[in-house]
């Protein structure tokens, strides 16, 4: 592994990582209207009907185009903007010497796990106020709990480290190390490498997240198959 990976999103400065969390909202909404635009695709103009086979396809389109794709072109956009505002973006600046290292974030925010269990409450009540809604909760519950049981055999299989990747957050912070930014070593500068040879590296750091909605989408598509035998999609569980 280099170093620009090992020193990852702490290596950036303040301003660099405010631009990363934005650019990652960004990139989770693309990776959203992928998702709709395939499953609206194949089912509408295709005539794909089953979720059996449209969930896993939409899941990998998703995976190529949303998370690669649009990492990609982001890379490529994301170092134009450092070249054009040169000083603005970059690694966090060495401290000088005896000066304590600030950095404004250690680690990346995430939602408060309880704020999680309500909003999961409150959908499992406003499903069950709804008819056909008690079907609609246990296709999730029974979605998620094979999806769970199946990665944890995939976790005890591989290992945590090799299955799962970090955040898009981190993920970003670690391609900008490697294609975008000069890293200081003991030898002197090592200047980035090319964005266009990032390819594998993007490959590598999100292909856990991959395999995980893959798997997720071919348990719930195989769940209201089961279910629901002739419904397309989860609207017909309401028809």
């Known amino acids: 592994m280099s170093a620009a990976v090992a020193i990852g999103w702490c290596g950036l400065s303040a301003a660099t990582q ?17 998702g709709l635009a395939c499953s609206w695709l194949l089912l509408e103009v295709f005539g794909l009907r089953s979720p059996l086979l449209r969930y896993p396809l939409t899941a990998l389109a998703m995976h ?23 000083g603005r973006f970059g690694p966090v600046p060495e401290p000088a010497g005896g000066e ?8 990346l925010g995430g939602p408060d796990p309880m704020v999680v269990l309500a909003a999961i409450g409150v959908a499992i009540e406003i499903g069950l106020w709804f008819e056909s809604g008690e079907t609609l909760v246990w296709l ?31 993920t970003l912070a670690n391609l900008a190390h490697e294609f975008v930014f000069d890293r200081a070593t003991e030898r002197g500068i090592l200047p980035h490498r090319p964005p266009g040879e990032s390819l594998p590296m993007i490959w590598r750091e999100t292909l856990g997240r991959g395999i995980v909605f893959l798997v997720f989408s071919i348990v719930a598509g195989a769940t209201l198959m089961l279910m629901l035998p002739r ?5 017909d569980i309401f028809g």
């Open 140 to 170: 999730t519950l029974i979605t998620i709990a094979v999806t769970a049981a199946i990665m944890t055999v995939a976790v005890w299989l591989v290992g945590m480290e090799r299955l799962m990747s970090d955040s898009s957050g981190v």
């Open 64 to 86: 190529a185009i949303g998370t690669v794709g649009g990492t990609r072109v982001w890379l490529t956009a994301f170092a134009r903007t450092v070249r054009s505002q040169p």
């Open 18 to 34: 405010d631009r990363l969390v934005r650019d990652a909202w960004l990139l989770m909404a693309w990776w959203i209207v992928v």
């Open 231 to 235: 419904a397309a999609t989860l609207a």
């Open 100 to 107: 304590a290292r600030f950095r404004r974030r250690s680690v």
